[in-house]
């Protein structure tokens, strides 16, 4: 079978983060690449050199590909004689707690009628326990060809992806080693290292558990931010006991666990047992530590939206309009990100909404106004000085926010109550506030 320097080109289908920031590196690492994405606006945009989302220096290195000639992009993939590995990056977003796997099938149809004798198959895509080998039966059935596949997924972080792509090593799941070892030739080629397992269900569990142990570590981390609620401690100080100069597992930071991927691996994870039938599966999950981090992380908005609705009772003003700036809405600060995507800052903002009676804005350092007005979020303009706020909830850690909290404090004025309500201590208030500020921290031994 063909070595990696033998195929004339590589196609990666679906121009999403994953997708478009590995074109970039493959590319730079000297590949043909063809990208593809079946959103016309995408291709159109990546031609002339623009991503649709924000990534450091991604832009750079994609007009560098197009002027180097190593990297085109179409909106449809066409038959060729050419030999080719495909990677298949399109989304797999959830539906509910379910997966939605309509781009993920749609991609069987394209494979089956381009895939030439010798070619190499790369799934990328986040996807349940058992998938890949239910997609490979779903192709073989469309061609005559013989192909390689190999389950190989994406664990880098949104805001140093680039970054990442070229240090991290790279998981490779194949039964035939023939495949692994067509997959490792090609990551090997900007990789610096790749670990081969020897079942795509092992490299698919892999990904799933890269993920799955980071939400379970941080929604052991909020179930104790929430305990210290109870027992007037600041969590803070609970967390930083736990680390210093002991040399085991500490707690990690509290605060909103979102964004495409910590939201739903877990879910994936969940929806892969209900597919393996078996008399014992409810009662595995009704124990699952998996879950019940995952439902601790996701119960945070609602927590968020009851500590506004409890100090706007306290305060008697929950008949009447108030208004609120959500501060930092893409779903993590820092790396900092312009992602939208499963933010809790916008269930949190929605939530506010509901009752017809709160006035919500919304501001982010990265996201821009246009993109808030998109998403429904009643942006406003970065100096905030056309309106008089009354709440501000900050709900990233980016690094902006907290120079821009001081700054409205510094512009309130001083007979007005300003409400704050921090929730992933990005604040770190230890100055003395001004007596008409109410500061607020998720996890903190005060009260409203
Ligand atoms: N975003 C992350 O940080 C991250 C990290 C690791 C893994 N993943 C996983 O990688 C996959 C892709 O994630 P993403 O964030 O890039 O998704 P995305 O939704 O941003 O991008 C997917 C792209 O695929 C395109 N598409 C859909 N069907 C297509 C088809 N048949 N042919 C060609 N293009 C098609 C869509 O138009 C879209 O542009 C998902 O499974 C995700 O879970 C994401």
């Not at 649709?52 to 590909?65: K, T, V």
């Not at 990442?164 to 900007?190: K, M, N, Y």
């Not at 930092?328 to 939530?351: C, H, Q």
């Not at 998403?375 to 821009?404: E, M, R, T, W, Y």
């Amino acid at each position: 079978m063909a070595k990696p320097e033998l195929f004339d080109e590589v196609v990666i289908l679906g121009m999403g983060f994953v997708g478009l920031t590995l074109a970039a590196v493959v590319a730079e690492a000297g590949h043909r690449v063809l990208g593809v994405d079946t959103n016309s606006e995408t291709i159109s945009n990546l031609n002339v050199g623009r991503a649709s989302f924000y990534e450091p220096n991604l832009e750079i290195q994609i007009n560098n590909g197009l002027t180097s000639g190593n990297l085109r992009f179409e909106p449809i993939l066409a038959a060729s004689q050419k030999k080719r590995i495909f990677i298949v990056s399109v989304g797999t977003p959830l539906k509910g707690n379910q997966l939605d796997s309509g781009a993920i099938t749609s991609i069987i149809s394209t494979l089956g009628e381009c895939i030439q004798e010798g070619d190499l198959v790369l799934l990328r895509s986040t996807i349940p326990v058992g998938l890949t080998r239910k997609i490979k039966g779903a192709i073989s059935s469309k061609t005559e060809k013989n192909f390689l596949l190999a389950m190989c997924p994406e664990r880098t972080l949104e805001g140093s992806a680039l970054e990442e792509l070229r240090v991290l090593p790279q998981i490779v799941g194949a039964p035939d080693q023939i495949s692994r070892e067509a997959a490792r030739d090609f990551f090997l080629t900007f990789a610096p290292k790749v670990v081969q397992v020897d079942s795509y269900e092992a490299a698919e569990l892999a990904k799933l558990s890269s993920n799955i142990a980071r939400d379970v570590r941080f929604g052991l981390a909020n179930e104790i931010a929430l305990a210290c609620e109870r027992f007037r401690i600041n969590f803070e100080d609970v967390r930083i006991a736990t680390i210093e100069d002991y040399p085991r597992d500490g707690l990690a930071r509290l605060g909103p666990v979102a964004g495409p991927c910590l939201e739903k691996d877990s879910w994936i994870f969940l929806e892969s047992l209900h597919r393996f039938e078996g008399d014992d599966i409810e009662a595995h999950l009704e124990s699952s530590i998996i879950k019940s981090a995952r439902l601790v992380n996701e119960s945070l908005a609602g927590w968020a939206i009851s500590n506004v609705n409890h100090y706007l009772t306290l305060k008697g003003r929950n008949t009447g309009p108030v208004r609120i700036l959500h501060l930092g809405m893409a779903f993590k600060g820092n790396p900092p990100t312009n992602d939208l995507r499963g933010s809790d800052a916008i269930k949190v903002f929605n939530g506010l909404t509901s009752n017809g009676l709160n006035h919500n804005y919304s501001w982010d350092a990265e996201v821009s106004f246009e993109e808030l007005n998109q998403a429904g979020l009643n942006p406003v303009h970065k100096d905030f000085s056309q309106v008089d706020f009354d709440i501000i909830i900050v709900h990233n850690n980016h690094s902006l926010n907290k120079k821009k909290v001081s700054e409205y404090i510094d512009f309130k004025k001083p007979g007005d109550e300003l409400y704050i309500l921090d929730l992933c201590n990005a604040i770190e208030a230890k100055k003395l506030l001004p007596s008409n500020v109410i500061y607020r921290a998720f996890g903190a031994a005060q009260n409203a």
